[in-house]
């Protein structure tokens, strides 16, 4: 991307070595200046700004709307209803696919959440159309709604997470239970959590003709272009789409959200563009949520502390109309061995919207549950937390029986517990106080996710200059793709990070996939990888065979970019440079495409995932329960690491999402209403400056063989994982309570 300015880490990188540096975000001048540009500052000639009025009962009908107060306002220039809106060329309730969510697109006068929306304002300003929908006044019938994880009606769901199969065992869980010298059953709660990234969801939408140009966030261009294509029935590439950076995005613009199809359908209504944008109240509803959990953990040992069995029986919930039910159980799979493991669900549909992916789905909630009981597990066989878990180190993935492409788990316990002081730590709880009077304790928890890969494609060019250009649609959330991914570029050339342009962004670039799953940066940069790898070898191609050329006849031995020359790899010292290389074969450039898979055959012979260790320091009021955390160290192996200051930071994003977790957000529903009572970033409560304690991340040193050829496994979402369950653990070592129901609040302590 051209207005991006070198760092001064750039301008002193090594040629041909950007992957490793510590490089400062290359964009991030241009977002502590206000200069870059985020979806919703975008205000095309003629621009138009719409509201939601959104339902305030969980279920039931929109009765009467008062359409003429609104229109009557100054300013107001249409409102969009169920009656008027523009036709959809599909049903927003078709579903096709599992990733195809079912949208409220004012289809009718159904209310299926509190929080639907149900019309949608137009105006000439934001004021107007504010106003405009507070005119509105919508009635409703409201029938009872269904709140909560005790609804009656429980059924077995046919998937879980994507496609997950909802059961797995492996040995005879109940045989091991029985033997076992030591046993724990316990269940935890998790809540529903509300996605809230800092930008909310939006779009700013324009019609010309059957071609349709936005701005709006997304992690996945691709999928949104074939998704807003099937609603409108126009080809996907009458669609562009520009989002080149996200103020977040967590899972929940992994696919266009209903409020933002709802924004460029009042474009089509109105003939002119629109900006709508969710306000943060209304993001308690249309665009996902973690949906709670209930896990039933029962955990049997022998007397020397080896697992004979683990089982999570996993209850949650999905919305009356759409599936998607989140696999917490599903973690017990991969962290410890045991003989016998068995995972199982159950859900219940309520009135809510339908919950979606959100940061680290499955092994967020799961994690904390699971690990929460294996120290209960250690304690019921008196032992160490830590040595507990080194005792049951999974040496293969227990429900598979496959080696681990690589695994430096039992490295990052060995590292984070010197760093953290670990081994002074007393066995017994209430053991420690501090200066204050205040107890104190110590937890750890296993962080792990898995190292996923998707398909994507990119484009390399190596211009006659001597610069490259690399090109994929990636997306930038604020993980820093748009400067780990354009060091894998400029390696991929071997040419310095700033003779290579990097594009990113937009829908018209080669298709990078989705920015989920941690796989991003594994994803999006072998196809960077291989597409340089490509051009090099066309530009080899033509000097090897170049009679002028110092490398002609070098075909045997072969040729590597290095510093803008090709050399031969046998002697770096004869070579020359792209540009006399294309200078003589008369090309102003040469061009090569990327793509990349997942290794089918090593996927099926290797387990993948990353690992990490979690501890946690509390103090505890013990007056007043008041829990605060003090110090937590993390240490986390996940392959290759292109940036560390980029997963520096992601981990500690990740620990302090942990941290929320454990002590902090909980989406509370009124049981009579079925609304959400705390939709507002005051009281849904996340974590601010002062509950976060002194944190590391160690980047432990692991070289995977098997994941990809750049050895990547992704660091997007396994802070999560662990960190609740160490906090949960060391509130348990201070005060001798053992809390199952989160977020644990001063409030269980008293
Ligand atoms: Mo993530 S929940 O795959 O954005």
Redesign the pocket.
Known sequence: MSEIAPTREARHTRHGSSIGQPMTRREGVLKVTGAARFAADNHPPGILYAVLAVSTVARGRLVSLDLAAAKAHPGVVDVMTHENRPALASDPDEKSNPFMFRLDLLQNDRVRYAGQPVAVVIAETLEAATEGAALLAPRFEAETARVGLNGAEVFAPSTVGVGNPPKAEKGDVEAGLSAAAHRVEATYETPAQYHNPMEPHGVVAVWEGDRLSLDMPS?ALVMAQGRLAGLFGIPPENIHIRSPYLGG???SK?FPAGPQVLGIMAAKLTGRPVKLVVKREQMFGPVGHRAPTRQRIRIGMDETGSLTAIENHTRTASSTYDDFFEAAADVAHTLYASPAIRTSYEAVRLDTGTPL?????GEAPGSVALESAIDEAAQAAGMDPLAFRLKNYAEVEPISGKPFSSKALRECYRQGAERFGWDTRPLEPRAMWDEAGRLRGWGVGTATFPALMFQAKARATIRRDGSGLMETGAHDMGQGAWTALAQIAADALGLDIDAVEFRAGTSDLPDAGI????GHTATAGMALHQAGANAIAKLGELAVNDEASPLFGAGNVGTVARGGRLVRRDDESRGESFSDILARAGLTHIEAEGAAQPDGAAQEAYAMHAHGAVFADVSVDPDLGQIRVTRLVGAFAAGRIINPRMVESQLFGGMIWGLSFALHEEGVSDPRTGRVMNADLAEYQIPVQADIPAMEAILVHEDDPHVNALGIKGV??IGITGTAGAIANAVWHATGRRLRRFPIRLTDLL
């Not at 992916?357 to 789905?361: D, G, I, N, T, Y």
């Not at 920015?515 to 941690?518: L, Q, V």
């Open positions: 992690q995005g967590f899972g992994g992916f959100m940061r680290a789905p920015a989920g799953g941690s997007g979402e």
